[in-house]
């Protein structure tokens, strides 16, 4: 079945710890997208890319880095700079260019940071 | 900032019941896509609708568009206790992105 995997579920780290999220997909879709969701607020668009070895920031892009070096893959980096990690974040791909084709979403990691 | 405003926040319902939410915005858009998603879990394409449609149906569900009024209903008719779940627009305004609003969390009572 094709899809989107993001792993793991659930990821604890130590604060000053830099993290890296996967998200895998097997739709051969060319653009992929990294949200983040907190409680009450909906989803905010972190970092985006429409082509492999390119990306673009997103709206709250400070304290994170990507990475585009296979179509299927676009790892995130949360990094020691981000003011608060805690959070829920959800990859997703589609196949048109941005804003005009449906999202395909993983399930999701929930990440906490103590 | 450009974003979708949904209303209400939660909705109750009883099995059977229709339940509408509904999404405002305040410039010109490309399209608008609802979602929804479960508890923990991604979020789930239902429908997109560009901006030179005014309705579109899929199933038990028929979103409307009224690029004048600057707003989108979701209906969902014949609610079941599995449509119970969190819904969001998502709205192209035009760029590579969607922006998503906070959603309305909809409760199916049985």
């Known amino acids: 079945d094709g899809g989107i995997t993001q792993s793991p579920k659930y990821l604890f780290r130590k604060e000053g710890q830099n993290v890296t999220l996967s998200c895998e997909q097997n739709l051969n879709h060319d653009a992929m997208y990294w949200y983040r969701q907190d409680p009450g607020q909906g989803l905010r668009l972190i970092y985006y890319?429409?082509?492999?070895?390119?990306?673009q920031k997103g709206d709250i892009a400070e304290g994170y880095s990507v990475s585009r070096e296979k179509k299927e893959s676009f790892p995130l980096t949360v990094t020691s700079a981000q003011k608060n990690p805690t959070a829920f974040y959800l990859c997703?791909?589609?196949?048109?260019?941005?804003?005009?084709?449906?999202?395909?979403f993983g399930n999701g990691t929930r990440l906490t940071v103590t | 900032s450009q974003q979708g405003e949904e209303d209400p926040q939660a909705l109750s319902i009883q099995e059977g019941e229709n339940a509408t939410m509904n999404c405002s915005y305040k410039?010109?858009?490309?399209?608008l896509q609802w979602y929804r998603q479960n508890s923990g879990r991604g979020l789930v394409h239902l429908i997109l609708i560009r901006s030179n449609e005014r309705e579109k149906h899929s199933g038990r569900l028929r979103v409307t568009l009224d690029t004048s009024k600057k707003s989108s209903s979701l209906l969902i008719t014949a609610s079941r206790a599995a449509d119970t779940a969190s819904y969001f627009c998502?709205?192209?305004?035009?760029?590579?992105?969607?922006?998503f609003g906070t959603g309305t969390r909809l409760t199916i009572i049985p």
């Open positions: 998502a709205i192209n305004f035009g760029n590579e992105k969607l922006t």
């Open positions: 997703a791909s589609s196949h048109g260019q941005g804003g005009n084709s449906p999202l395909h």
């Open positions: 890319s429409q082509i492999v070895n390119d990306f």
């Open positions: 410039t010109s858009i490309n399209n």
